[in-house]
């Protein structure tokens, strides 16, 4: 048996986070003399763009997370570490982690980003995010809670409150959070609960901007909301949302809407990391030069959502999205062998593939560079790009028969509540339930 | 939109627990003049027999549990509650849930069984169970949270805790469960973890009797000792264990065996429900007449597990298996119609369909009534007859595809660490990490 021991001789590289960014660039630097040590409080890859399938229980957490160890079973040079990085030491070379700190050559902050509240209290404690697998899971678990608790309420308040759902944010995960609601009200539910009349439930899309998918072509955005529309979703535009308190939500709009879920996708935020505030840019992010270094000169790095490169054609930064993660990660990785080398780097140049969005069977939008597409044949292109990207080929194949199966029958396979979801809400909800019930027998609840 | 409306004037069967039992029985109700009422306190039912491949990164849990509504979305008489039944008063024909009380004319109790640990308070407290999909998904997480420790820590010794395993009983459950360990240690943990030597984890499987898989022929005993026994699992025979307090295992032979995990299949106990007291058997178990029956002459039945009925062949009552639970689900299906219809009724008769067990790759033992079969044949068959038992054929097609892929590829897709395993051992731990930890750059883990 082979024990893989590092040649303390070889420059050190600490990767943080096992994201699109990380992954791509510590597998760049494969067969190169390095040592790679990557840090990640999880031991698994997750793909992020499927996460909202995962929450409306199309798609189980296991086909769209990879483990980080198996990914590189054939990479000697790598090392992996289950931890979380508490701070950077930057004079020192030095990270401290929740298991002891380690000296670096290279570091790359690859942290990524979570969801952004934009510091609204009762959203951070009422609202629910969706940015990791944990998150998707919760809101699985409490999407069918709800259904099982609306059969079991005679109070009609309550029961509209719990088929209600309000999606804030009509960005990508957005839409597509709310696309795949309405097929769940369509296609599942009724069968799952001929108690409840489906009607009854109602999905709120609540946007800021003026459009659905900001920043997509006007065709596109023009395209999703019809879709939506057809699907039933109720589109909020130019409304923000101001207060939710686990039941009311309030609006800038005039009218209040009653529900028990919602679903906040109306941004994230940078996930800067202690010791390296003095280069903190807006959002949580950390600024960097066109190389993707924190300062000139210095061995420390930042790519993807983390980083912050104001360029001509980004001023704000670039999207917070897969792509400059996955070809910042591709360059950084170049770059670190022309300083071993003595070479001298290249900037990073964005090349836009474009963006995509799913809003239900049949149905997508999609902007390329020279082109535009929707209905069946950008669907199709959606589900081949992201089974493209979707890490290991066992998991494609999973989920590309999970797809399939949902297509053809209509169903979704994985609908099981195995979380125990204890907000403070439902804990009132059993309180109160518990006090309102009458001691003879509660009659089976109708319509 | 058809609303299902309960029709008030058929008797109302209700059905505690969704297990095997009370799965076939609601599904034979279907088309008779009854209203079916299950309770369950998950919206699924679980295939238990696949357990131990969930809690060894064979299978994801979303592929051995089914939603229990999907399962009968065509059938107009059930209805199904996810609620948590308190107590049965068998005077008033009422039982009392979580969600209030509810009348009966006829009660099935079929609340299956969970880990026996025999009343050792250490064994409760740090022995892990897998009786149901939240414990074989923390046994997942804990074993492989387990190497990721393993790979930081510099104290030999508790490396060397941390990479052994203890599986207590030797019946079906921990035989298998050994078996798969032995094969994590073989094929998948050397790839995933080459900072660590693999033949330093041990796998111990400690059984109280003077044979493994007691109560199976004597040829399939020898067969699957000698099996274990080749893939280098510690057999201990004619062994109890005593006492562990989460690192040291004292058990009745002299050693001692020091490890972070203990798995317990040494037993189950019937999950009795409070007001059947009266009907009490040994183990947790209810006795119940030929006919299932709690008393002569009442409406209220046991089955499966949970259901104690001795016999000439079984005086002790039938094995805790799916088999007689299914074949009691069936049979009283059939009894509830000869009741409704003034007809006598059948007594139980127990179709013994023989018992087997699998080891590993390409090895398994099964004893039927006329035939016995090890090897690669025996293996075929434990398949065949695990994917015709479990529920739905989206579940068959991808645990099949699992298999199939774990067969070719020496391979599992799924050991991702997802749940927060925060026992008071892991967090003792944790804390003696940081205490440890040097304050110098720790080196890299070798052998």
Redesign the interface.
């Known amino acids: 048996?082979?024990?893989?021991?590092?040649d303390?001789n070889q420059p050190r590289v600490v990767i943080i986070g096992g994201g699109f960014g990380g992954i791509t660039l510590a597998k760049a630097l494969k067969n190169t003399a390095v040592?790679v040590?990557m840090f990640d409080k999880?031991?698994?890859h997750t793909f992020q763009p499927l996460l909202y399938q995962v929450a409306t229980g199309g798609l189980?957490?296991?086909?769209i997370?990879f483990?980080i160890?198996?990914m590189f079973?054939n990479q000697?040079n790598f090392?992996?570490?289950?931890?979380e990085v508490r701070s950077v030491n930057a004079e020192k070379k030095?990270i401290s982690t929740?298991?002891?700190?380690?000296?670096y050559d290279f570091l790359v902050v690859a942290t990524g980003s979570r969801t952004n509240f934009f510091g609204i209290d009762a959203m951070e404690k009422m609202g629910k995010g969706m940015k990791n697998?944990?998150e998707a899971?919760d809101l699985r678990h409490i999407i069918?809670?709800n259904f099982?608790k609306a059969?079991?309420t005679t109070d009609l308040k309550e029961r509209s409150a719990l088929m209600n759902f309000v999606v804030v944010g009509a960005g990508p995960t957005g839409v597509e959070t709310a696309g795949a609601l309405a097929e769940l009200k369509t296609h599942i539910l009724?069968?799952?609960?001929?108690?409840?009349?489906?009607?009854q439930m109602q999905i709120h899309l609540v946007e800021a901007s003026d459009q659905v998918l900001p920043g997509m072509s006007a065709e596109s955005t023009k395209n999703a909301k019809k879709a939506l529309t057809k699907l039933g979703v109720n589109i909020w535009l130019n409304t923000r949302v101001q207060d939710y308190n686990g039941l009311n939500v309030s609006m800038s709009m005039p009218g209040e809407i009653q529900t028990r879920t919602l679903i906040w996708s109306a941004g994230v935020i940078g996930n800067m990391l202690p010791g390296l505030e003095g280069a903190a840019g807006h959002g949580g992010r950390i600024k960097v030069d066109q190389f993707n270094r924190v300062r000139k000169h210095d061995r420390e790095f930042a790519i993807g959502d983390v980083a912050l490169m104001s360029t001509e054609a980004y001023p704000d930064g670039h999207p917070m999205v897969a792509q400059p993660a996955i070809q910042q990660g591709e360059l950084l990785a170049r770059n670190i062998k022309n300083i071993i080398f003595g070479r001298s780097m290249q900037p990073f140049k964005y090349r836009d593939k474009g963006s995509m969005a799913t809003i239900g069977r049949n149905k997508a939008v999609v902007d390329m560079k020279k082109t535009r597409m929707r209905g069946v044949f950008a669907w199709l292109t959606w589900m081949v790009v992201h089974l493209f990207y979707l890490a290991?080929f066992?998991?494609k194949?999973?989920v590309f028969?999970?797809w399939f199966?949902s297509y053809m029958t209509y169903?979704k396979?994985?609908?099981?509540?195995?979380r125990k979801v204890v907000d403070k809400t439902t804990e009132e909800l059993?309180e109160a339930?518990k006090e309102e019930?009458?001691?003879?027998?509660?009659?089976?609840v109708?319509?």
């Open positions: 048996m082979k024990v893989n021991v590092p303390l040592q040590v999880n031991n698994y189980e957490p296991d086909s997370a483990p160890r198996k079973k000697s090392f992996f570490r289950m931890a030095m929740s298991v002891g700190e380690i000296r697998i944990p899971l069918l809670n099982e059969v079991l009724p069968k799952d609960f001929p108690e409840l009349d489906l009607r290991g066992r998991n194949l999973v028969i999970n199966w169903d396979g994985t609908r099981l509540i195995m059993r339930e019930l009458p001691l003879e027998e509660p009659e089976l109708g319509a």
